[in-house]
């Protein structure tokens, strides 16, 4: 059996960008106590857990309001996947200190979106329901419509205006110009603003160049993460057979004896240590 590792994968600069902010925070004596995490700072649990060891409270909750109102003093770490100025103005109200690390590409999504609105567009995004990146760009103003796939197209009323069109940056890029062209169908003059990371795009076009190349490609990532979803995803639309993992424990539900190539990528909050012991294991067998 022989194992491809595809590049680029792991950690992309956002990711360790706000574990560095986190890790910092922990750091500096002067960081306001207890300091709680709004949600999952990435998705990928075992991140997370080291944070918990370290003292951060993790909430979870049905939304970041929600999660916000158990809090009465302290820190209040704003997850990569970004918060809606609601939100950061509720936690000032509060006297909450406030740690934001905001993903940079997230942050250019909030802003696209304000500005169209300002401009006068209907904005369309597409992402995923209940999602904490969806929440914090829905929370920006209760015109955003919301397009979870091509299901909902037929629900969206005619409209003659200006219409954008943007998405969650984590998406399979290929899908959202493919939704785009379907909603044109109902909508011929909606704009559209491809807002896929570059992180993720590159790791799905990775994954696609596989294709003719490996037998299986095996994904490794928390199910939580949309970035990995999209790569399992991505592989199983190219005719590439696929299957996501947690970490190297999860190779025992399976026999891998039929393959001769087997491709290993993982999502963008995926440790490199993980990666690395998956590859190991899959070495061993």
């Known amino acids: 059996m022989r194992i491809v590792t595809i590049q680029p994968h792991g950690f992309c600069g956002g990711v360790v960008r706000a574990i560095r902010i ?12 207890p300091i709680y995490m709004l949600g999952n700072i990435v998705h990928n649990k075992h991140v997370v857990r080291v944070f918990q060891e370290k003292g951060i409270i993790v909430l979870d909750g049905l939304s970041r ?3 916000l109102e158990q809090i009465e003093e302290g820190t209040i770490i704003i997850t990569a996947h970004g918060a809606s100025d609601k939100i950061k103005s509720r936690a000032r109200e509060k006297g909450l200190n406030i740690i934001d690390a905001t993903c940079a590409c997230v942050e250019k999504t909030h802003a696209l979106v304000k500005e169209k ?18 929440e914090g760009v829905l929370g ?9 796939g091509a299901d909902d197209i037929k629900a969206l009323p005619a409209y003659a205006g200006k219409a954008v069109l943007t998405n969650q940056t984590t998406m399979s890029y290929n899908e959202v110009r493919r939704l785009h062209e379907k909603m044109r169908l109902k909508i011929p003059q909606l704009e559209l603003v491809d807002e896929v990371c570059d992180a993720t795009r590159r790791r799905q076009e990775a994954v696609i160049a596989q294709k003719g190349e490996i037998d299986l490609l095996i994904v490794v990532g928390d199910p939580l993460s949309n970035n990995t979803r ?3 995803e991505t592989a ?6 696929a299957i996501q993992i947690e970490d190297e424990s999860d190779l025992d539900k399976y026999d891998f004896s039929g393959y001769e190539t087997i491709g290993v990528t993982a999502g963008a909050s995926t440790p490199e240590t993980i ?5 190991a294991s899959l070495k061993a067998r």
């Open 22 to 33: 986190v890790e910092r925070a922990l750091a500096d004596e002067n960081t306001i106590k």
């Open 65 to 67: 309001d929600v999660m």
């Open 117 to 134: 609105l300002y401009q006068g567009y209907a904005v369309y995004y597409y992402g995923k329901k209940n999602h904490p990146e969806t």
């Open 140 to 148: 920006i103003s209760p015109a955003i419509i919301l397009v979870t």
């Open 230 to 232: 999209m790569l399992e």
């Open 236 to 241: 199983e639309k190219n005719g590439i057979k």
């Open 275 to 279: 990666i690395d012991n998956v590859i």
